[in-house]
């Protein structure tokens, strides 16, 4: 589940975050249950990530980048839901739960950086 969006810095440094909450029986996964913050670019790196890794499984796009209103309520909630919908289709792809190195670390390590990858 993606939600509680924030929005975070000031002027021209400002991005917003989302919650994902994990709730999994997947033995490849480390724990049960997590939460963790990850603002759209790290997504973006998740998904190059999951290309690499992953030539057999088609990776869903994220929903489009917004260079007007990005920090209105509509916007952040649009893209909120697009992100749900990545998320909810690759975590639910039986190759990549059991397969990829990045998914449970990117949906439950709070430490999680893209650049390790």
């Known amino acids: 589940q993606v939600r509680n ?3 975070h810095g000031t002027s021209r440094n400002m991005y917003t975050s989302y919650e994902i909450v994990c709730r999994t029986n997947i033995p490849a996964f480390k724990l049960k249950h997590s939460v963790v913050r990850r603002r759209y670019s790290d997504f973006e790196y998740f998904r190059d990530i999951l290309e690499r890794e992953s030539t057999r499984v088609t990776i869903p796009p994220l929903p489009g980048k917004v260079f007007t209103n990005r920090f209105s309520d509509d916007v ?5 839901e697009g992100l749900q919908r ?10 990549l739960q059991t397969g990829s190195k990045v998914l449970a670390s990117f949906v439950q390590d709070p430490n999680w950086d893209r650049n390790a990858w």
């Open 86 to 95: 990545f998320l909810q289709i690759v975590a639910g792809h039986p190759l």
């Open 5 to 7: 969006p924030q929005t």
């Open 76 to 80: 952040i909630e649009h893209r909120r």
